[in-house]
DNA sequence: CTGAAAGCGCTAACAA
DNA sequence: TTGTTAGCGCTTTCAG
């Protein structure tokens, strides 16, 4: 197979303990014969073992990303964000979709430890299921970071201020005049889509308008689940006059659905999304939306997660990383095409 | 730490190497002592090191998957079919963004091979660049397959028949009627971009249609590009009837651009996308597309890895896998709104 | 069927 | 400054 640390050594007349120095740049190695070494390295094209140097010293300089799934736009930002942050510090990333099922993403984090990443950063699934595979991870003081809150872990984390994002999206569909307000949320096990929910409430409350639970309707994460709540909004008796949806997937779902009854965006119904894919300014009418910095938080996540691997405190208090939404604001309530053209080309 | 081999071996009483025959489940461990063992590793939990099993084995059970962006709809769902076959044979995946960098191509190689991942899947960047590193996996009969063809290197290769599919889309343009049709091309370093051009030509030349060079758009492959190319079109002095574009993003954009300046579609332009993505059939004009199987891509792709992996025969002939596309088509090419809203809901 | 011994390729005290 | 000596945790002949 390949050259080994030996072979360098026996190349150079000098002991393996010498060219390991070298190859970690360790201060005292003789600048003479560090040189030699690396002649040799560079002669032979010698690459190290990452294998045996993580047996040896007991890191791998793996880190786990564990999402639901790696298709959605928002999480493959998120994927982006990691990889990039961990690359620079010659981390390399693992992944692993649990494809929304809770028992794979039990059996990855399993499969992870034993490959001894250095680290993980979990995107965890539902509210309501067993988390004991978590407990357990911070009971080990295996380093982790969380995408999402479990209710009950107190652990680092890093996500979007949905709350906010939800709230500001609400008061502007107000602003602008809309009293009859609907909520297409999330998935029900999804935390954010509870938070969402209370950030449209909070926003109508305040505005003294009266909550009406029919204008709640369960959704989902798709373009599909968005369409079929499109359906149900368009069967209402009063129609709203604007709808806030759990992701920019499901307001272009909606819009579909409500254009193909004759409904006119905006002028009947202004619509909200929440993320901010890119594909959002381009569409034919182009989605108002709640931008999450999702490659950021990929960034703030494996940032701190690095940090937990380099310093290893035990008991430190846990880090809450809230990143800020921004409320782009376009032609599905109501802003000229020019104007959104114009930022389409900027 | 945790457990090691030998303290579980110490608590059944027998060597390592026994414990070691009862892991890798070796036939010739007497029943009652794997029954006593197997009580012993469960009792404690005990999980065995990958690591030091990946430098004794020589094989670490991971494989590197290298794409431009996986942030890319296209590449994330190749991605998720890459991680889903490797998984099923407990390899796990270990992923490189070279965001459009040769370099950092280069790079992810190398650090990739240190860690001894047991073969890659590769998406080499452009035509034009060196690919020397490509050619030396190659030498070192270093297990790898290409999502992308590269001039002058015989390797095994997965990818979707892009000529074929260009082809046929723009021979559908042709057959409702349209002959002025333009073609919206990738990026030039991208090899799928030529195919692409030449199903284009060919199905125009078939049709006794004259190729136009100013219906040649050089696009690339984001929303942007394609919103730039709608503003060419829009220029032209006699605005073609059809347009097939590089890819879903690109034909999104050019719509864009088009309805921006009153364009009817398809009355006034017909628009072909390609990849079919799942947001072309919500867009408030259905999207004609042609759909590649991209997670099928990655499942191909990683099984036949793995097959090279395990059968590491020498010098076999490198395998090239072509799956076929399907053309989508919908209202972007006059399918009534009802008929793409059935299947919508199917 | 089981165990002893050697080794995978590297790091890390500790001596020299 | 360099080399010696032990490992890291597991697999794998090869005897017994």
Same mark, same amino acid.
């Given at each position: 197979?390949?050259?080994?640390? @030996?072979?360098?050594?026996?190349? +150079?007349? /000098?002991?393996?303990? *010498?060219? @390991? ?11 003479? *014969? =560090? ?6 390295? !560079? =002669? $032979?094209?010698? =690459?190290?073992?990452?294998?045996? #140097? ?34 620079? !510090? &010659?981390? @390399?990333?693992?992944? &692993? ?29 539902? =509210? ?61 096990? +999804? ?8 950030? $449209? ?11 009406? @639970?029919?204008? /709640? ?17 368009? #069967? ?16 272009? &779902? ?25 594909? %959002?300014?381009?569409?034919? *009418?182009?989605? %108002? *939306? /709640? ?16 940090? #937990?691997? %380099? ?28 104007? %959104? ?6």
């Amino acid at each position: 197979m390949s050259m080994t640390i @030996s072979d360098i050594a026996k190349m +150079a007349g /000098v002991s393996r303990a *010498t060219v @390991s120095g070298v190859l970690n740049n360790n201060p005292n190695v003789g600048k003479k *014969t =560090k040189l030699r070494v690396l002649a040799i390295i !560079e =002669k $032979y094209n010698y =690459k190290p073992n990452e294998v045996a #140097r993580a047996l040896a010293r007991r890191q791998t300089g793996l880190i786990g990303l564990l999402v639901k799934d790696i298709s959605n736009p928002l999480y493959s930002q998120i994927a982006l964000g990691v990889e990039d942050a961990c690359g620079k !510090e &010659g981390y @390399s990333v693992i992944m &692993g979709n649990s494809q929304k099922d809770h028992d794979r993403q039990i059996a990855n984090i399993g499969l992870l430890k034993r490959r001894r990443v250095d680290g993980l950063i979990i995107f965890p699934l539902q =509210k309501g299921v067993d988390h004991s595979h978590i407990r357990e991870l911070k009971k080990e003081a295996y380093p982790f970071v969380l995408l999402a809150e479990i209710p009950g872990i107190e652990a680092d984390l890093v996500r979007a201020d949905d709350e906010n994002g939800a709230f500001e999206a609400t008061r502007h569909l107000i602003q602008i005049g809309r009293r009859n307000i609907a909520c297409v949320t999330g998935p029900v096990s +999804a935390m954010a889509s509870d938070r969402r929910l209370d950030g $449209y409430q909070n926003a109508l409350v305040q505005a003294n308008i009266k909550l009406r @639970s029919e204008y /709640v309707i369960r959704g989902g994460w798709r373009y599909e689940h968005g369409y079929h709540a499109g359906k149900k909004v368009i #069967r209402m008796k009063t129609l709203p006059e604007g709808v806030l949806c759990y992701n920019d997937s499901v307001a272009i &779902g909606l819009i579909r659905a409500l254009v193909e009854h004759g409904c006119r965006i905006p002028d009947d119904v202004a619509v909200i999304g929440f993320d901010g894919a890119p594909v %959002t300014s381009f569409l034919q *009418t182009a989605l %108002t *939306t /709640v931008a999450q910095p999702a490659q950021e938080i990929g960034v703030k996540a494996a940032e701190l997660l690095l940090k #937990r691997i %380099t310093n290893k405190d035990d008991n430190v208090i846990p880090e809450k990383i809230f990143l800020e939404t921004k409320l782009i604001v376009r032609e599905t309530c109501g802003v000229q095409a020019a104007k %959104t053209h114009e930022s389409v080309l900027k």
